[in-house]
């Protein structure tokens, strides 16, 4: 049985050890959260002091934090594919020392997006994220996993494709920091993967399977979308409120459930990534999804 547990990305901002509260306020079985800020600066330090912190707000609001659930979101302006040598080589530089950052936290996952090759040309950013990518797992060696993000296929953007992921994971499965892919719903819909009946969310994880292999789908950041198929815009909606519906979240989680193939007896994090004005709703409505499917009971 796969475990589903339902959160949303929260705020760490004054230190980790607040993320949190700030799940268990929302109703989180799990969370995500940057580490650091998004936009650029130093990382904040993670001491010693820090780290007790934080198991201990774990522990009292009951989550684990032995590499089984939370998941660490890496910042938006990584570019493998960028032209500019700093950037690029940064970018590996900075997905490393966050999947370290998230092996101290006892994170599960860290992922990350791939950024653009608007600037090389698309064949050309994609060798180098490759090269890019291996170097980050040539040089970490932690519990805490790498997951690749789908984008949502805008413009040059990298990885918006289930066989550009295929291709960039091709040399990193070899290495057992690898997770696989974190699979966002809205992005992958606005790639042009349908998603909003059962059958499409069949055909759909028929080509995935196909081109990446389910048993690499370890995570999904669970958003409806405010833009129609393949409308190559990142535009999340809350859960029943785009054009995905309900329908299609129903019959995503009824397929994962379904799947053998899938990642089983262990933590599959579901997290919204929507605006929190509904985002309690957003997490209520998944959750009576989930349990009424009659063979997750």
Known sequence: MINFKIGCHVSAAGGVFNAPKNAHDFGCETFQIFSRSPQGGTAPKLDDQILAQFRSEMDKYGYSYNYNCFVIHCPYFINFGSVKPKLAHGSSAIVKGEL??????????VMTHLGSGKDLGKDVALAQTRKGLVKVLEEYDGKTQFLLEIAAGAGYILGDSFKELAYLMEPLVKYKTFGGICFDTQHA???????????????TFKQFDKEI????????????????????????????DGKIGNAGFKAMLEFWVSKAKMPQ???FPLILETEHDKVKADI????????KIKKYK
Not at 100 to 109: E, F, T, V
Not at 223 to 230: C, F, I, M, R, V
Not at 284 to 291: H, Q, T
């Open 189 to 203: 819909f606005s790639s042009g993967y349908d998603l909003r009946t059962p059958e499409a969310v069949k055909q």
């Open 265 to 267: 007896n262990s933590c």
């Open 213 to 240: 292999g389910l048993k690499w789908l370890k995570m999904s950041h669970i958003n409806d979308s405010k833009t129609e198929l393949a409308g190559r815009k990142d535009r999340h909606d809350h859960i029943g």
């Open 100 to 109: 370290d950052r998230g092996n101290l936290l006892g994170a599960a996952y």
């Open 284 to 291: 209520k409505i998944l959750k009576g999804l989930r349990d």
